[in-house]
Nanobody, 122 residues
Framework: QVQLVESGGGLVQAGGSLRLSCAAS????????MGWFRQAPGKEREFVAR????????YYADSVKGRFTISRDNAKNTGYLQMNSLKPEDTAVYYC???????????????WGQGTQVTVSS
């Protein structure tokens, strides 16, 4: 079993930056692919970014490409989402998630954090 705890959310003005963290415990972090998702009020959860187990490959949703950067530090069992040039439409609860190898290839995630609120004011 894996436990995930997100942090770093908050209120920021448009154009500002935030760095989200996802701390993992319970099992070896480096054996999981990691993703970030978000859910805005009244909307379905959407994919934001993902990173492979080694950190060697990343992929982003078009809506955040060029503004957000996903990364991980396996030695610290922690993943990150650096968010720059934030827009009001980025306002959402952000979740990190981990995928075992068998799930990764199917686009599924096995473990989820509780989420952290990001609010971008105009």
């Amino acid at each position: 079993q894996v436990q995930l705890v997100e942090s770093g959310g908050g209120l920021v003005q448009a154009g500002g930056s935030l760095r989200l963290s996802c701390a993992a415990s319970g099992r070896t972090f480096s054996t999981y692919g990691m993703g970030w998702f978000r859910q805005a009020p009244g909307k379905e959860r959407e994919f934001v970014a993902r990173i492979t187990r080694s950190g060697g490959s990343t992929y982003y949703a078009d809506s955040v490409k060029g503004r957000f950067t996903i990364s991980r530090d396996n030695a610290k069992n922690t993943g990150y989402l650096q968010m720059n040039s934030l827009k009001p439409e980025d306002t959402a609860v952000y979740y990190c998630a981990l995928a075992e190898l068998s799930s990764w290839s199917k686009g599924r995630y096995d473990y989820w954090g509780q989420g952290t609120q990001v609010t971008v004011s105009s």
